[in-house]
């Protein structure tokens, strides 16, 4: 009895069924208002949950498997075909969550969903030629099989290394150092200005709570609905101790002797600093679990020839230990925060903001950290400046650091992300290419060159899956060209001198 295949029809529409119901029931679309500026409302960093993108990409391997069935005449097209319609069947979906009260569209399901449905027509044409071409040699089979581990392998490792980095934590911040304004706790780095406010909120502020603590900053005297949880601000003016307003911190004293008393705010001229009588625990703790902080400031620099960088705050108990260190550097600001990639000084890596201060010109600034991603607010500018370690930065400068070979600056004027970017994926997927490449010769030794660009076209999709932890997941279109032009010189390389064919009689 010849053997019969499933009927393709049937199982499309089933697939189908199933995946509708499975993402949208009940079909309470109450918020249809929503979908016109669906885009606004997608997640794009999903759940930290891993079963969940497990369950997505099983969800869409039936439809991946009955679509490469359906196009059996053309094996290598449908391939890559069911991968397209999964994603756009998935994209779809998403869009009509949006008007679920109870759903939350993700960029990230889009990705799961795709390379399942990805995973089911490679089944179906493993399952295929299996059934209807004559079996290879033995080594031939284990040679596939080495290509598919080594791929598989890349993958894994590929997402699992896209995840947010633990190493730009504030897990290693010490709870036993003070706080510190104008100096180094040890006298060493002097800052000369005079300083008005200071504020400290143990976690981050996102833009419009961030808006709000500028402008009460920068406009003391106007009404200000500042009472944020667990924040601290000091106003510097009038004589000591300068307690916290809000009684959450301990206050800061002159150290080490009071200075003659001055109207107005206060005056740092290298002589004395302001130091915590007590350490702030409550906001290192806080901000260590939740890996955040915001620091507000008002200060204006006596002049631009200071270095070091002077402290205009810092949380330190010497000029080489410190959980966080605000400071003056001619005329940039420069942060360096503790963390475990970072290192006990902060010095592994620097935020620099250059042009930022002017001599005897006050400045209200806001700097909000959140697990890699600074952002600096400036009164004097409409727009934030902001920059974050993505995934490809922390995975290519992670081997240097660690050895202490060097050090990287972020500058928040002009940050290096794409230049990261673009390394990242030349360099891994270029790799990858020069390696799959000689492997799929060594498989298939008829091998036509339209197939093997299929086959590099293919490969970096699955890989793009961990772009779904990625803060900037929009950007997987670049991200993609970026990975087939690694792929293209490594396989090109790697196949330059392949020995030809014996023809045929």
Known sequence: MPYRTPPVGFGLVLSVLAILVVTLAPFDF???DRLPHALH??????????????????????????IARSLRRFPDAG???????????????????????????????????GTGSLIGALAWARWYRTRYTAPGPPQRRRRLATILTVYATLALLSGLLGRRDPGWSLANWDTDYPLVLANE?????????????????????????????????????????????QAARFPLTGPAPYADVQANLPPLAWHPFPPPPADGCLRFDGTAWLRSLEHPRRFTEAARSRSAFTLGIVATPAHLRQSGPARLVSLSINASLRNLTVGQ?????????????????????????????????????????????????????????????????????SLPMALGLGSIVVDLAEPMVPYWTAAYYLLVFGLTGL????????????????????????????L?????????????????????????????LALRHRTPHPTRT
């Open 30 to 32: 109450r918020h249809a």
């Open 41 to 66: 409302y997608f997640e794009q960093v999903g759940t930290e949950n891993l079963v969940e993108p497990i369950l997505n990409i099983l969800l869409f391997v039936p439809l991946g498997f009955f």
């Open 464 to 492: 793009l899956g961990w772009l779904s932890f990625h803060p900037d997941a929009l950007a997987f279109g670049p991200a993609y060209l970026l990975s087939v032009a690694g792929l293209l010189p490594g396989a090109g």
């Open 185 to 229: 706790a040890t006298g060493d780095r002097p800052w000369h200005g005079t300083m008005c406010d200071v504020v400290l909120v143990p976690y981050a502020l996102d833009p419009p709570a961030a808006a709000s603590l500028l402008a009460s900053l920068a406009a003391p005297t106007r009404p200000s609905a500042f009472a944020m949880d």
């Open 329 to 397: 550097d001619d005329n940039a600001l420069v942060i360096r925060i503790r963390t475990p990639r970072a290192g006990d000084n902060g010095t592994r890596l620097t935020w620099r903001l250059p042009h930022f201060f002017d001599a005897d010109t006050s400045v209200a600034f806001v700097v909000s950290y959140d697990t890699g991603r600074l952002t600096v607010y400036d009164h004097r500018r409409p727009d934030p400046r902001t920059a974050a370690i993505t995934p490809e930065m922390s995975i290519l400068s």
């Open 79 to 113: 391939v890559l075909l069911a991968g397209l319609l999964g994603a756009g069947l998935s994209l779809g979906v998403e869009v009509l969550q949006v008007a679920l009260p109870d759903r939350h569209p993700s960029l990230r399901d889009v990705l799961m969903n």
């Open 435 to 462: 390696l799959l490449a000689p492997l799929w010769q060594m498989q298939e030794h008829r091998i036509r060159r339209r197939r093997l660009a299929l086959l590099i076209a293919v490969l970096p999709l699955p």
